[in-house]
């Protein structure tokens, strides 16, 4: 909070009378930052639209905002509050996107499942962040046609449910 009132040129007091606590603070940052209007791409194919995210997850997470997001990230394992907002604006707002692409692709005839966008988003994210924050991998086009080619598509083709577990006795 201090660092915020000497950038602003403002009082911690001022800070304080907008924001109770650090919290609050990112909260609000978090909402300005999330882009609220960004459409999915429209390829005019499943693989393309895929594709175009997956770059554009990766680009948010690599880019100049990417230590500060992992940084927000760790401090939400703490912070209750702070963990409910990511969920509701922004890994809420990556499931609707998700939900657009697949229903743009069942509208093609390119689905015949049902897919639960969140599910797809959540191994999307886990992907990206294991490369980014345990292997030191490159984020790259061959990574991006890994997630795209040999996880997401054979997801998708896959049933949406898993079969009924039978008993052998």
């Not at 915020?4 to 911690?12: D, I, L, T």
């Not at 907008?18 to 999915?40: F, N, Q």
Request: proline letters at 5%; one cysteine or more; hydrophobic letters at 50%.
């Amino acid at each position: 909070m201090v660092a915020v009132a000497a950038r602003a040129r403002a009082s911690k007091a001022t800070i304080y009378r907008r924001w109770s606590c650090k919290d609050e603070m990112v909260v609000e940052a978090l909402r300005r930052h999330v882009c609220a209007d960004h459409v999915p791409a429209d390829t005019g194919c499943l693989r393309g639209d895929v594709a175009a995210e997956v770059r554009l997850m990766i680009e948010n997470v690599s880019g100049p905002d990417g230590a500060l997001l992992v940084g927000v990230l760790r401090a939400a394992s703490e912070s209750p509050r702070l963990a409910a907002v990511i969920q509701a604006n922004v890994l809420q707002r990556k499931v609707e996107l998700g939900r657009c692409l697949l229903e743009r692709a069942a509208q093609r005839g390119e689905l015949l499942a049902k897919t639960e966008p969140a599910v797809l988003v959540e191994v999307i994210l886990a992907m990206i962040f294991a490369r980014l924050l345990v292997t030191g991998e490159p984020l790259d086009d061959a990574f991006v046609g890994h997630v795209v080619d040999e996880v997401v598509l054979p997801l998708l083709a896959g049933r949406a449910t898993p079969p009924a577990v039978r008993s052998n006795t």
